[in-house]
């Protein structure tokens, strides 16, 4: 395995409270290769989010990020806001779940396209603005000069993801972070916006970071899963081996409740429970509310995550037994 | 487009010629007419004399049928004569028209300037420091009576520090524009800082709204700078509401141009009206009070041009 592009350690982000911080992800680990597909699950609130934007150096104020990020060789934390701008957009850029908010509804979508061209390869709007129709042809836009000169309201939500790739793709960035790209999407759409992004992802070689709380559309994209809970990494896994032999109670939980096409239920499984207030889980596994499995050590303690098989590690007391 | 805005101008046209008829009513509504008021002056007048007069100037005929032979008039341009100027309505109107549009368009740019700016340095940290100053500053502003405001900047810069004149458009026996321009500071001032405190606080709640969108994380992400984030992308979204509400507003400056030529002694419109109503002057009233009505519509249609304009998912059809 080559070394990896992105290193994520300790990685914190914790928002300003009465008497200290509040950390919405509370100490993360996890690497990508270049080339590879990292998918990131996890229900609402669980803190996918704040972990994509940690990397855009995009966590809203007063939220701060800690801990380590290292991309290619240097460290993300703690660096300029000269820097992180040189870095956003170019070499690490960022899909956002609402094509339909998302994009500046007072401009045309080829000049958002090629704004970043002219913010990080110094060219005029004119050559930008050519390269900005390539690149709407490349996501597979027909007629491509026209829509250029389109407003987002005149596009349709596939258009206009297809148009957010076709910006954070714009300077061929080497990390890819995908927010829900296709949640707002009906399917038929995010089918091809998935097949969209493994065919550019094959031409340019970057890596994707893909978060979504739709484990079944994760599978069809990641090389490895990351199964997020409560600001935390409960189990990681090549995602075979998280199908097959998922570990953490969690993620077997989630695995449940996906519906199966073959067989009609009368209900669907649910995880009983929501997900737990961040500041009052400090001690014990975050999970423990909700598991059927839980015990007294389990509440008394969190579980480190342990690595149960090569390259699958989990998180729970009960994932080794 | 052509055909919208030709429609919009039929439309304002129809609504000139109700306002027309309102205003119309509304003098002949008045206590006294002319007469009472010439009489007053000339108490030897007989009965016979005052009738041949009344019969004269149209005064005995019924409202609605002197209304008739006003339109007929007005609408070859024909506006009358001003009974307490002495001179044709339109000769009368026309400089002090010139002069409260000199006086608005400035302090109207003068104000959206400033509250752009202000309204945007409030917005980039709400509930900072600087965001607190300028609430006050708006806060005062809209709170502060015209008349109050236009006494105090007399007795500062005109009384006490010699450095504006205190009222009229002209020293006698200079008139060149650099004293021209003088006279009109305090004015402009004034009547700017009316209307910035409103603007201020229009500007700084849509920057503010507009600044939590997606699309200026967008905008971030990509790696624009933050000043490209907020005049860019951000300000050009905002200026959609703002845009309306001030081109709307230019009409409601006539209200605050009435008190500061007053204050001021500018020969405008305002006092004109004002002078007119007062003196029974039939013709320049109603003709003064009709151009204030385009001017508002005018306003009106800008406003809606400038939003159709600003905004590319409005089409004017």
Redesign the interface.
């Known amino acids: 395995m080559s070394a990896p592009l992105l290193e994520v350690r300790g990685l914190r982000v914790g928002f300003p409270r009465a008497g200290g911080l509040r950390h919405v992800v509370a100490g993360i680990d996890y690497a990508l290769s270049p080339g590879r597909t990292l998918g990131v699950v996890g229900e609402s609130g669980c803190g996918k989010s704040m972990t994509a934007l940690a990397l ?1 150096g ?1 966590v809203p104020p007063p939220g701060r990020a800690e801990g380590s990020i290292r991309f290619d060789g240097r460290e993300l934390i703690g660096q300029s ?1 000269a820097e ?7 070499r690490i ?2 899909v ?1 779940q ?1 094509p339909m ?7 045309p979508v080829g000049a958002q396209i090629a ?2 061209q002219v ?2 390869k110094h060219l005029g709007w004119k050559e930008a603005g050519e390269n900005a129709v390539a690149m709407l042809e490349a996501v597979g836009i027909n007629s491509p000069r026209e829509r250029a000169r389109a ?1 987002p ?1 005149q596009l349709s939500g596939g258009m206009r993801q297809r148009a ?1 790739i076709a ?1 954070a793709l714009a300077c061929e960035p080497a990390l890819l972070v995908a927010d829900e790209p296709t949640t707002a999407l009906d399917v038929t759409i995010q089918a091809q916006i998935l097949d969209l992004m493994l065919e550019l992802q094959d031409r340019i070689g970057m890596a994707i970071q893909f978060i979504s709380h739709n484990l079944a559309v994760v599978s069809e994209i990641a090389h490895e899963i990351i199964v997020m809970y409560a600001g935390r990494i409960v189990e990681r896994a090549p995602a075979d081996a998280l199908f097959a032999n998922p570990r953490h109670p969690y993620t077997q939980g989630l695995i449940a409740t996906l519906p199966d096409p073959e067989q009609r239920v009368a209900r669907l499984p649910v995880i009983p429970g929501g997900v737990p207030d961040l500041d009052a889980g400090a001690r014990g596994c975050r999970f423990a509310d909700r598991c059927a499995l839980a015990d007294a050590g389990c509440r008394a303690a969190e579980p480190p995550a342990e690595e149960i098989a090569p390259g699958h590690f989990a998180a729970c007391f009960k994932a080794a037994a | 487009m052509t055909r919208y805005i030709l429609r919009r101008i039929l439309q304002a046209l129809l609504v000139l010629l109700v306002m027309s008829f309102v205003i119309y009513s509304l003098i002949g509504l008045m206590p006294g007419d002319p007469l009472d008021i010439m009489l007053a002056s000339n108490p030897g007048a007989t009965p016979e004399v005052v009738e041949h007069l009344r019969k004269l100037y149209g005064l005995d005929q019924p409202l609605m049928l002197r209304y008739l032979r006003w339109l007929q008039d007005a609408l070859v341009g024909q506006f009358g004569y001003s009974r307490t100027h002495s001179l044709p309505v339109l000769s009368v109107l026309v400089p002090a028209l010139i002069q409260t549009c000199k006086l608005m368009i400035i302090s109207f740019i003068a104000s959206v300037i400033l509250a752009f700016i202000l309204g945007i340095l409030a917005a980039l940290k709400p509930g900072g420091i600087l965001d607190g100053v300028i609430s006050l500053f708006a806060f005062a502003g809209i709170s502060v009576p015209v008349f109050w405001l236009a006494l105090m900047m007399i007795l500062v810069f005109a009384v006490k520090l010699h450095w504006f004149p205190a009222s009229g458009i002209a020293t006698v026996g200079d008139g060149g524009f650099r004293d021209q321009a003088l006279h009109l500071v305090m004015p402009v001032i004034t009547l700017a800082l009316a209307s910035t405190g409103g603007f201020t606080r229009y500007v700084r709640a849509s920057m503010i709204e507009v600044l939590r ?3 200026v ?10 000043w490209r984030v907020v005049l860019v ?1 951000a300000f ?2 905002a200026l ?1 509401p703002v845009v309306t509400i001030m081109a709307l507003s230019f009409g409601v400056l006539f209200n605050g141009a009435l008190l500061t030529e007053t204050m001021f002694a500018q020969p405008g419109m305002g006092k004109m009206i004002y002078d007119a109503i007062l003196g029974n002057d039939f013709n320049l009233a109603l003709t003064g009070l009709l151009f204030a009505t385009v001017v508002t519509l005018l306003s009106n249609l800008v406003a809606d041009l400038a939003y159709g304009w ?4 409005i089409a004017l059809t």
Request: net charge positive; aromatic share 6%.
């Open positions: 855009m995009l806001a992180w701008r040189a870095l956003r957009g170019n850029a960022m956002f609402e908010t998302a994009l500046n509804p007072v401009m704004e970043v913010l990080h407003y309201h957010m910006m | 969108m997606d699309h994380r967008t905008a971030r992400a990509k790696g624009a700078a933050e992308h050009r979204n959609i600003l905004d590319p998912r």
